[in-house]
């Protein structure tokens, strides 16, 4: 029988560099957002 | 082996929006295998896929902090698909066609991308990918749910299984069956699938 695929994507097992979920961690402790009156987000990066 | 006591996934995204930043990480650790995999898969290069994959998480980071998340209990897979997004993205961006490997084995769901195809191997590639994406919409939508979620999203059928609501023993078989009814509408229609 023909395989119409070969290797799952999840076969492959890799990981992002550690600097990398270091970097969004950080990120998003520096991150806060403020609604407005308007209902609108004021996005703030106190970095 | 079930791993006894392990906080889930609601749970961690709760405390997150709650504005507890720690579960922010366990949540990335948690899945950072599958989805960056996942993205590298799709891309074949390293760096991009850093890139992709550090650009899902700041969209999860920003719509959790908005409160706008609304998916309690399927934090994978909309973390898969705002991957799965972002990857469509990039290819649309650097403006490269998905290729077909022209071998025995090989995968109709690849999209990575070779900026080197002349006007004739992209033309070729286009028909192909427009006759699949025909196929798969002749499909039943329950079987082209089931195959979409599987080959698209990279999603196991326990995930399926969550998100359409019937059994994994049920999913595996819309899956299969939607692999026989594409063999089947590919040779009614004369489709040839290899470039």
Known sequence: MMQIYSKKPSEIQMKPKENTVQFLINFSKSLTFVKTKSEDFIELNLN | ?????????????????????????????????????????????????????????????????????????????????????????????????????NTDEFDIFSVIGDGNLNAEKKLIQEQIYNDIREVVNELPEEQKEVLVMRMYKDMSFKEISENTGVSINTALGRMRYALINMRKLIEKHNIILVN
Do not use: C
């Open chain 2, 1 to 101: 082996m079930v791993q006894k006591n392990k906080i889930s996934d609601s749970t961690l995204v709760r405390d997150y929006i709650q504005g507890k930043e720690a579960a922010l990480g366990v949540l990335i650790k948690r899945h950072q295998q599958r989805l960056y995999s996942f993205i590298y898969s799709k891309i074949q290069d390293r760096d991009i896929t850093e890139d992709v994959f550090q650009d899902t998480f700041i969209k999860v980071i920003k719509t959790l902090k908005k409160g706008n998340y609304n998916e309690e209990g399927k934090f994978l897979p909309w973390v898969m698909r705002i991957g799965h997004n972002l990857v469509i993205d990039h290819f649309r961006k650097s403006n490269r066609m998905p290729t077909f490997k």
